[in-house]
């Protein structure tokens, strides 16, 4: 793993919802300079406390940009090659990183390879990039059936047995590294054979050893996955859904379990830790009580992991995820031209987060940091974050009452609100108010 991953913190953006592009790409469309909105959000990124931007596609697709038409094209919506170099000056200007979305599972049925395949038939130069099966008396014109990704006849899984398809990925991975990016999320990682990613792993890290690659899991073995792919990481969904599930039903064992086993993941890889994404119902939608948004932030940014905050989570946007056609819309909303459109009432989360944030990059080991469970009730926890020489405590309490929970060694507070007791000794107690949390130096 590239040594800069300790002290990176993502904005994950979805750039063809945050520039308001045009639901789809229509053909011959004129190119539209949108990616330069990006632009006047960079201070803000870099006043949250974010090292780098986190980029949803932004390569030429057919609509949502997970359907790509072209890997070496920017999508017209949102501009050209000038626009893209013109970003990634500006964020290297200020420090920020750049990992790139590659949807390399499969591509959209305007694809160039498919259409050729749907005119010329199985003697279309690339047939064999994809999976095909072809009707008796098949003749040019004659559309065959053939593998896509999880029942979306959109989505045309590449055959990746072919050499030449890993030679493909391979090029477009290079060649935008070569144009300044810093890694690569892989789309839906869990669905590509893991041959395949430790072969065109291994030749882009020959010529960019340094550049930072997670992949996309929702489950399964993490471990095995990085291991046999040679990913640096993938995402964390476990440790996802048991913060807003456990703080929903006050069952903070369920967090404890995973932050176990989120150990264990981290003595093979650190994984790709958030709250929030693309693809799922906003935190602060999905956190039943708003009182307990403080504290799923409280720990996702001190358990051990590389943190990602999807952009509008850091102000509190609200969207349902659903499924239906235009079901992603209310997570994936257009952004003001400049934070000075924001609404004013999320501005106390964007604060929450700063502080937090800049915590963790004064404790840049926290990037590896175990967790022990120190006390825990349904509606209590303390946790001890750190390794044998450092580390904070983190105390939540999600009753109705205030309480007074162990917390030994803990000298002061560092972020929330709470009282310490007895500070610096071995029977050191924390006073957490109702609904109260706090992070302690010990």
Not at 51 to 59: K, N
Not at 153 to 163: A, G, K, S, V, Y
Request: aromatic share 10%; charged share 20%; net charge negative.
């Amino acid at each position: 793993m590239p040594a800069w991953i300790e002290h990176a913190v993502w904005w994950h953006v979805y750039p063809l919802g945050f520039v308001g592009a045009e639901p789809e790409l229509a053909a011959g469309a004129p190119v539209i300079h949108r990616l330069p909105h990006l632009h006047a959000w960079l201070d803000y990124a870099v006043e949250l406390g974010v090292s780098g931007l986190a980029l949803g596609p932004i390569f030429a697709a057919s609509t949502h940009g997970y359907d790509t038409i072209d890997h070496f094209q920017i999508d017209p919506r949102l501009g050209d090659d000038t626009d893209f170099n013109a970003l990634v000056e500006a964020a290297q200007a200020r420090g920020l990183r750049i990992l790139l979305d590659g949807v390399f599972n499969h591509v959209g049925r305007d694809h160039p390879a498919f259409q050729d395949v749907l005119h010329r038939g199985p003697q279309a130069a690339r047939a064999k990039w994809f999976r095909l099966s072809w009707p008796r008396g098949t003749a040019p014109g004659i559309e065959p059936d053939y593998a896509c990704f999880e029942g979306h006849r959109q989505l045309i899984t590449l055959n990746h047995d072919e050499p030449e398809v890993a030679d493909h990925v391979a090029s477009i991975m290079k060649h935008w590294l070569n144009r300044g990016i810093d890694g690569w999320r892989l789309d839906a990682a869990y669905a590509v054979p893991r041959r395949f990613w430790s072969g065109v792993i291994r030749r882009v890290r020959s010529v960019h050893p340094d550049a930072y690659i997670v992949g996309e899991v929702i489950h399964g073995d993490y471990a095995a996955l990085v291991r046999d792919t040679g990913m640096d990481s993938v995402t964390q969904y476990e440790l996802w859904k048991a913060i807003w599930s456990a703080l929903n039903d006050c069952n903070l064992f369920e967090v404890a379990h995973a932050l176990d086993r989120h150990n264990g993941f981290l003595d093979a890889f650190v994984p790709l830790t958030f709250v929030g994404n693309h693809d799922v119902t906003r935190i602060a939608s999905r956190i039943v009580d708003e009182r307990h948004l403080p504290h799923a932030l409280a720990i996702l940014l001190v358990c051990g992991g590389t943190p990602s905050i999807y952009a509008g989570d850091e102000q509190a946007f609200r969207g349902l995820k659903e499924d239906r056609i235009g079901g992603d819309d209310a997570i994936r909303p257009v952004f003001p031209e400049t934070p000075a459109g924001l609404a004013p009432y999320g501005w106390p989360i964007y604060r929450l987060h700063q502080t937090l944030i800049a915590l963790r990059r004064r404790h840049a080991w926290l990037h590896l940091a175990r967790t022990r469970t120190l006390h825990l009730t349904n509606a209590q926890l303390v946790l001890s974050v750190g390794d044998e020489t450092r580390r904070l405590l983190l105390s939540l309490n999600l009753a109705e009452e205030g309480v007074l929970l162990p917390a030994p060694g803990a000298r002061s507070v560092e972020a929330g609100e709470a009282v310490v007791r007895q500070a610096g000794t071995p029977n050191a107690q924390v006073s957490l108010g109702s609904q109260g949390w706090a992070i302690l130096k010990a």
